[in-house]
Structure formats: C-alpha cells, structure tokens
C-alpha cells in the first residue's frame, strides 16, 4: 500500500528568503558598502604613499652616498650638466617644470627629479663653449690661474 504523503510545505527560511528577495534594497547597507570602498581605496594610498616615501629616501641615501665618492671635479661637472638639463627644460617649457609635477617630485615614467626647483641659482662658474671637452676648460681654468693668459 503506498500512501501518498502530503505535499511538504515550504520551510521558514524559503519563505522569508522570498520576502527579503521582493523588499527593495537596504539604502543603510548600500551606504556601508560605498564607506567600506572607500575606505580599502584610502588605505590602498595610504600604502602607495609609503612605498613612495621610502623609496625616495632609499633614493637620497644612494645619492648621497655616490656624492661623497664622487671628487670636486666630478662635482662641478655634474652641477654643469644639471644646469644645462635645467635650462634645455625652461626653453621647452614655460616655466621650468612640468606642470603636472611640482619641483622635487618623482616623475612616473622616468623616475628622475628635481631635487633643486631653482637651478638658476648653483653657482658654477661657466659651460663649456660649443665643441670644447671637460678637458679643454680644465685647461683654461689652469692657464687662467698661473697667469699665462
């Protein structure tokens, strides 16, 4: 004899999933949900800015530390070659640096700086002329301080 059971009714959790489906959506959730984002996106560039910082301080120490190996010579060669990188820039560019960075910020796709926003200002004595070596102005500089010229 095979009985037929009857049909088994739907259990609470159906129902109320059912219900919670056909209720329009939480604005207070939706409201949490978009605070949440926000707040993983500000952490996100709270990280990135670290990374920046201390990259740029790794950065520095490299640089001071190839300063102190470098000679006087040296020196004054890289000052000359800054400043003429410095003012190619300003005949390109109105006001010196790129508008979108400001001095002594790190550029994205070259990862150069400017650590000096006015190089106008490094005392250097002179650019070599046109076609004259390091070599030859060393020269002159030695000519010029014994006298001979």
Excluded: F, I, W, Y
């Amino acid at each position: 004899m095979a009985s037929a059971s009857p049909p088994a009714a739907p259990s609470l959790s159906d129902t109320s999933r059912a219900v919670v489906e056909t209720l329009p959506a939480d604005p207070l959730k939706e409201h949490l949900d978009t605070l949440r984002a926000q707040q993983q996106r500000v952490r996100q560039e709270k990280k990135d800015l670290s990374k920046a910082v201390k990259a740029a301080k790794k950065k520095q120490q490299r640089l001071r530390h190839r300063t102190r190996l470098m000679s006087s010579e040296d020196l004054v060669a890289a000052l000359l070659m800054h400043k003429e990188t410095a003012e190619k820039r300003a005949a390109r560019e109105p006001n010196g640096h790129r508008d979108e960075m400001p001095p002594g910020s790190v550029s994205q796709s070259s990862g150069a700086t400017c650590p000096c926003p006015n190089t106008s200002s490094v005392a250097v004595q002179e650019t070599p002329p046109e076609g004259d070596t390091r070599d030859d102005v060393e020269m002159r500089r030695e000519r010029e301080a014994s006298g001979e010229e």
